[in-house]
């Protein structure tokens, strides 16, 4: 199975070529402020963690965690080891979190460190990281019940090194029920000798229940497959039954390792060129232009298949095909052209030029299996032209006479990713990429999960709008759809230089972006005006106003979290957890 190149395919019906802008909206957001018993754990970056990929993976991790399989479910982990869950069915009445599950503190400190991390697997199923290098799979009941039930571990086992879960996913086949877990490290890199010496490692674990029918559960580790590549992934995702892995990244990645086992790399096959020689070779003057084609030795006179107009020539062999057939560049007088046999074994043409001209390129227009031959005093002639061009002196610095270019000057906006920016779907069973899109300019916003059964959706700016697209495993010709427009958000996302977070409703209807600190910004979609509304330079009514929101937090605690569902805004600090009511029923 090979990799084949494919384009996203946009629906049209999904743009909107009218839309004018945002307008600002005065109208209050309903805030609702929840302090915390105890801080939220935030492991800062150590002086060993310096690169650009620690900052992507850990410096700018979401610490808060949206349940999609259930309205209005957050989930934090405390700096208690505590798990914690906030439920919100009345906004006037908010609760404490309530924990759900609890990993012990103290065992689980190393000198390497990362930040916990939780990944709500099915309807009743969570994967958690201690950031220790231990993973839990918990069996966690219907959270949305009000029972209130503790989760369950029923997997329990140190991995190695410290990771974060990026996905998780749960399925059932032939009885066995099985677990996909996908798990980030940054590692060191002994074979690195350029660069940050780090790299980046994905590890795709399936966990499965080996017991038989009647036996307790156990789950333990089936499969373990590494993938290594330079770039901390933009968008990484598994299979809703583990058939696959979908990779958003600047950099390309590759599977190393099966269950400790080398995966061997093809080796690169070289580009074959096909080396022929020439079967004629050509020179010329000014005046006439000499052909001396290869012919079967021996050849006689009577054997030449030789025919010459003033635009075509033909040479060849009785009753065989052409050597040498087509239009010639320039027109030729056929009078005054003539051919001979030399040495039993070629044929040498004399064409006369119709009149004094400039130089062929070619002999035969769209031929390019001669070779042209240059005489010495025409290679001393082009040589003596071109001396003007050259310099004794070496010019170190050939801009020295332009302006410099201010790259203060240059907004976010103008910027674009690298040109290998691609998204890629590899296949379970071959571990080789399928689909590759080359997503070039298409610059990453943010992952939302549109619809638990399926995987998570990712937004990229197309041009000034973002674009939602829902990945289709099961349908290769059309493996992304686009299913959701935001007008003119990739334009303005780029505007905003402290932006840490950017999000949107699971029903699409507005997204969010966040600073680092205090402020959130609120995009909803277009929505019919209740009064008459006229755009005074168009002279035309305007039946409906996209209304952009500012929000400002009472707290000056960096922004440590930040979800949204279709009725809430949920942003998290290190002492509070702070609801929007961004949308009524």
Known sequence: ??????????????????????????????????????????????????????????GMYNYLHLDPWYEDSVYF??????????????????????????????????????CASLSLTSATWAALSDGSGRLYLLRTG???????????????????????????????????????????????DPEETKGSGYSVSLEWITVANTAGQGQEKKYEVKKRRVLRGKSVPHYAALEPKGKGLMLASEKPFVFTHVDGRPVEQPEPEPMEVEKTDPIYFWQQTTEDVTLCVRMPEGITKEGVQFRLTADNM????????????GQLFASVDPEASAWIIKNDKSLEVTLQKRGEGPMWPELVMGDKRGEYVMSDEQAALIHERLTHLTSEDLNGNPDRDKPPCNSQELEDCDGFPEDSFSLTHFDEQSLKPTQVVNLGSHQYLFTVDANPSEMPCLCLRHDVDALVWQPRPDQPGNMWEHIATFNALGYVQASKRDKKFATCAPNFSYASLCECLRRAFIYRQPSPVETVLFNRKQGRQVGQVAKQQVASLDSDKPILGFRATNERLYILTSSNLFVLKVNNN
């Open 314 to 325: 033909t040479i060849g062999v009785q009753g065989f095909p052409p050597l040498l057939e």
């Open 1 to 58: 199975m090979t990799a084949s190149n494919y384009s996203l395919k946009v629906n049209r019906d999904l743009l909107d070529p009218n839309f004018e802008s945002y307008r600002l909206s005065l109208d209050a957001i309903p805030t609702y402020n929840i302090e915390l018993d105890a801080a939220v754990e935030e492991v800062k970056l150590k002086d060993t963690q310096y690169t650009l990929e620690h900052m992507r993976a850990f």
């Open 77 to 114: 982990v405390d700096c208690k080891g505590r798990v914690l869950n906030l439920t919100v069915t009345l906004d006037t009445a908010l609760g404490k979190p309530r924990e759900v599950y609890r990993v012990d503190v103290e065992s689980s400190q190393c000198e390497d460190r990362l």
């Open 142 to 188: 219907k959270r949305g019940d009000s029972s209130h039930m503790k989760w369950e571990p029923l997997f329990n086992e140190d991995l190695g090194e410290p990771f974060t879960i990026l996905h998780s996913v749960s399925h059932v086949q032939a009885g066995v029920h099985s677990m996909e877990v996908l798990l980030l490290r940054v590692q060191k």
